[in-house]
């Protein structure tokens, strides 16, 4: 009974966050899936998941596998990109980044862009490689934060367990959910310290962003969501949503600052900036999963 008391009361104050989310216009938020070789088959699951929960947050989720969208013109109509179980090397961002823009990562999204230092420094780091798919325990470090205020502290999860090149709190990131990794089959070699406790998932305001002298969003990565089983989980859905609802309340672009210099066009009235047009990203029907993608911009299977 306490525990069912406890639970009601976490949600009580998960929908309160949500209340107090209000801004000038609805956040667009565009995702991207784009991948090459590996293709998890879990990415159509995850992006109706994001999809039904859009009108709770108040955001438009809209999804593209079109490299050519990343272009400064259309990037600064999104108050934050979602990389979604995408792999890859080249996509241009760092602009997008300095001037306010909002990044949420996740799963093999650490392992895109694997050259591009003002990516890495935005994630937080780079994927090394991952334990065998199994049931382990992932502990809460900070309870506080809107993408674990909901979880339990011990929460029991199968998925893979990520090891990492960096330690995500050297690049001034802040870990929220850690592997208990006495609970992990692990035979894999460990050739870089990505500090302890275990990082699995983390936030950070970038502050003067990935070089100095700029503005910078905020940034939120979770190396959760292999299965399309996590994705129907509803703990799942509001440790992602709740990230996602942290990193626009930075109030670095137009959904939530007139002044900003990226976002939704509609919170400053306009119709377009510098004379671009808006966005014509839709939601595509992405290739089966282990099919290739044709995308330059992919490209390391993981």
Same mark, same amino acid.
């Given at each position: 009974?306490?525990?069912?008391?406890?639970?009601?009361? =976490?949600?009580?104050?998960?929908?309160?966050?949500? !209340?107090?989310?209000?801004?000038?216009? &609805?956040?667009?938020?565009?995702?991207? @899936?784009?991948?090459? =070789? *590996?293709?998890?088959?879990?990415?159509? @699951?995850?992006?109706?998941?994001?999809?039904?929960?859009?009108?709770?947050?108040?955001?438009? *989720?809209?999804?593209?596998?079109?490299?050519?969208?990343? &272009?400064?013109?259309?990037?600064?109509?999104?108050?934050?990109?979602?990389?979604?179980?995408? &792999?890859?090397?080249?996509? !241009?961002?760092?602009?997008?980044?300095?001037?306010?823009?909002?990044?949420?990562?996740?799963?093999?999204?650490?392992?895109?862009?694997?050259?591009?230092? !003002?990516?890495?420094?935005?994630?937080?780091?780079?994927?090394?490689?991952?334990?065998?798919?199994?049931? *382990?325990?992932?502990? %809460?470090?900070?309870?506080?934060?809107?993408?674990?205020?909901?979880?339990?502290?011990?929460?029991?999860?199968?998925?893979?367990?990520?090891?990492? +090149?960096?330690?995500?709190?050297?690049? $001034?990131? @802040?870990?929220?959910?850690?592997?208990?990794?006495?609970?992990?089959?692990?035979?894999?070699?460990?050739?870089?310290?990505?500090?302890?406790?275990?990082?699995?998932?983390?936030?950070?305001?970038?502050?003067? $962003?990935? =070089?100095?002298?700029? %503005?910078? $969003?905020?940034?939120?990565?979770?190396?959760? $969501?292999?299965?399309?089983?996590?994705?129907?989980? +509803?703990?799942?859905?509001?440790?992602?949503?709740?990230?996602?609802?942290?990193?626009?309340?930075?109030?670095?672009?137009?959904?939530?600052?007139?002044?900003?210099?990226?976002?939704?066009?509609? !919170?400053?009235?306009?119709?377009?900036?510098?004379?671009?047009?808006?966005? &014509?990203?839709?939601?595509?029907?992405?290739?089966?999963?282990?099919? =290739?993608?044709?995308?330059?911009?992919?490209?390391?299977?993981?």
């Amino acid at each position: 009974m306490e525990l069912a008391y406890l639970f009601v009361l =976490q949600l009580c104050s998960f929908a309160l966050f949500y !209340a107090r989310t209000t801004h000038a216009a &609805t956040a667009r938020i565009l995702v991207y @899936t784009a991948t090459q =070789q *590996f293709r998890h088959d879990s990415i159509p @699951t995850a992006l109706e998941a994001l999809k039904a929960k859009q009108a709770s947050i108040d955001v438009e *989720f809209e999804n593209t596998e079109d490299p050519s969208q990343f &272009t400064d013109s259309n990037l600064a109509n999104y108050d934050a990109l979602i990389f979604l179980s995408t &792999t890859g090397e080249d996509v !241009a961002l760092q602009r997008y980044f300095n001037l306010g823009g909002n990044f949420v990562g996740i799963h093999s999204a650490s392992d895109t862009l694997r050259n591009s230092t !003002a990516y890495i420094n935005q994630l937080g780091s780079r994927f090394d490689y991952h334990a065998d798919l199994q049931n *382990f325990t992932v502990n %809460v470090i900070d309870g506080n934060h809107p993408s674990t205020s909901i979880l339990p502290t011990n929460w029991v999860i199968p998925d893979e367990v990520y090891n990492f +090149e960096i330690d995500p709190r050297s690049l $001034g990131a @802040t870990v929220v959910l850690a592997a208990d990794e006495s609970t992990v089959v692990d035979n894999g070699v460990r050739r870089f310290d990505q500090g302890t406790p275990h990082p699995l998932a983390w936030f950070a305001e970038r502050g003067a $962003g990935v =070089q100095a002298g700029n %503005v910078a $969003g905020r940034s939120f990565y979770t190396s959760l $969501g292999h299965l399309n089983e996590t994705w129907r989980d +509803e703990l799942f859905i509001s440790h992602v949503i709740g990230g996602i609802s942290w990193v626009l309340q930075g109030n670095t672009t137009r959904a939530y600052n007139s002044s900003a210099q990226v976002g939704s066009l509609q !919170a400053s009235g306009s119709s377009s900036l510098a004379g671009s047009p808006p966005s &014509t990203a839709t939601t595509t029907s992405p290739p089966p999963s282990g099919s =290739q993608n044709t995308s330059s911009y992919v490209s390391l299977p993981r």
